[in-house]
């Protein structure tokens, strides 16, 4: 297992389109994190996963954001009608849900501009 | 509300003089804290946490629940802890999600 790995790595859009990214976590791990990092900030949460089970959403997911994990392994991120505000460096981490486990893996992330 | 602030974007220093790199958060409660660290084209990673209270790589970090702050010294800086250091606070509601502050540049030069 080579970690958690996104793809794709970069993606330039259009306003206006639709774009979809993947998630692979480390394969035991059951809770799985999306994040968003725009130029000069740290991540920012967006939504988390146990299992198959959406548990959390932030305030910054719009209704044009859509998350899934159907079979509790890999995980898509889909947005919808993209907006220039949507660029930004979207990641993803991983963790287990073992008692004394804490630390969150994290993915190289999917570099998104919007043009 | 949880906040994490790092009040600064870039610390400059010399190999061999001694580093702090600052975070102050807001959290109602008893926080868990972090740092993660990322080098240069390399994914985010986890430097420390503060229950474990280890030295990883030669940094420190204490806890001070008076003045909520949280932050990461190391005595002698190396060229190679030249990076992007983010503090993250655990949130709460059983998730572990993480709230992170807006993360300090460490650029250590020969």
């Known amino acids: 297992d080579t970690g958690v790995s996104q793809d794709p790595r970069h993606k330039i859009t259009k306003r206006g389109q639709n774009v979809t990214f993947r998630c692979d976590p480390i394969?035991?791990?059951?809770?799985l994190y999306w994040y968003r990092q725009t130029l000069g900030q740290g991540p920012e949460f967006l939504t988390y996963f146990q299992n198959e089970a959406q548990l959390e959403k932030s305030r910054l997911l719009s209704d044009r954001f859509s998350a899934e994990r159907p079979k509790g392994s890999f995980s898509t991120l889909e947005i919808q009608r993209t907006e220039q505000g949507d660029s930004a460096m979207y990641l993803c981490?991983?963790?287990?849900?073992?008692?004394?486990?804490?630390?969150?893996?994290f993915g190289p992330g999917t570099r998104l501009t919007v043009t | 509300a949880q906040r994490v602030t790092q009040p600064e974007k870039l610390l400059s220093v010399f190999k061999g003089a001694p580093v702090e790199l600052k975070c102050n958060y807001s959290?109602?409660?008893?926080?868990?804290l972090f740092w993660y660290v990322q080098y240069s084209r390399q994914r985010l990673q986890l430097l420390l946490r503060?229950?474990s209270r280890e030295s990883i790589k030669g940094f420190t970090a204490d806890l001070n629940k008076g003045e909520t702050s949280f932050h990461l010294k190391k005595p002698f800086a190396q060229e190679e802890d030249s990076a992007m250091y983010y503090c993250a606070l655990q949130g709460g509601g059983g998730y572990n999600k993480l709230i992170f502050g807006a993360g300090t540049r460490l650029a250590v030069h020969p």
């Open positions: 981490a991983s963790s287990s849900s073992v008692v004394g486990s804490y630390e969150q893996y």
């Open positions: 959290y109602s409660g008893s926080p868990e």
């Open positions: 394969s035991e791990h059951n809770r």
């Open positions: 503060h229950i």
